[in-house]
């Protein structure tokens, strides 16, 4: 069984950076689909970016588009969330979750379709001055 756990996150000001992590048990993570998803108060949960199961390509919300980035560690089993130029809209839980099917497509940055079986129990993070 796969488990994830997510740290990093933590209160930034506005323009500063944070790296999310993602440690993953139970299996590796180089043979699944990764997203990353945020939810703030009162909205829903919403895709962030995805990487996917053959690692040729990264799937960005144009909200995070050339702010946001993801990186792995294998030796580690770890993913992260490099976030730059963050804002207070940026302000969220967030949340890694893998995709166990083995699928060429590009990945969904959907949620309720319900393809990430695994979840991590989320990190806050807040953006404000």
């Known amino acids: 069984q796969l488990q994830l756990v997510e740290s990093g996150g933590g209160l930034v000001q506005p323009g500063g950076s944070l790296r999310l992590s993602c440690a993953a048990s139970g299996n590796s993570l180089r043979y699944y689909t990764i997203g990353w998803f945020r939810q703030a108060p009162g909205k829903e949960r919403e895709g962030v970016l995805c990487?996917?199961?053959?690692?040729?390509?990264?799937n960005f919300a144009d909200s995070v588009k050339g702010r946001f980035t993801i990186s792995e560690d294998n030796r580690q089993n770890t993913a992260y969330l490099q976030m730059n130029s963050l804002t207070p809209d940026d302000t969220a839980v967030y949340y890694c979750a893998v995709d166990p099917t083995p699928d060429a497509g590009i990945c969904t940055l959907d949620a309720a379709e319900g393809r990430y079986r695994y979840w991590g129990q989320g990190t806050q993070v807040t953006v404000s001055s």
């Open positions: 990487l996917s199961y053959f690692r040729g390509r990264i």
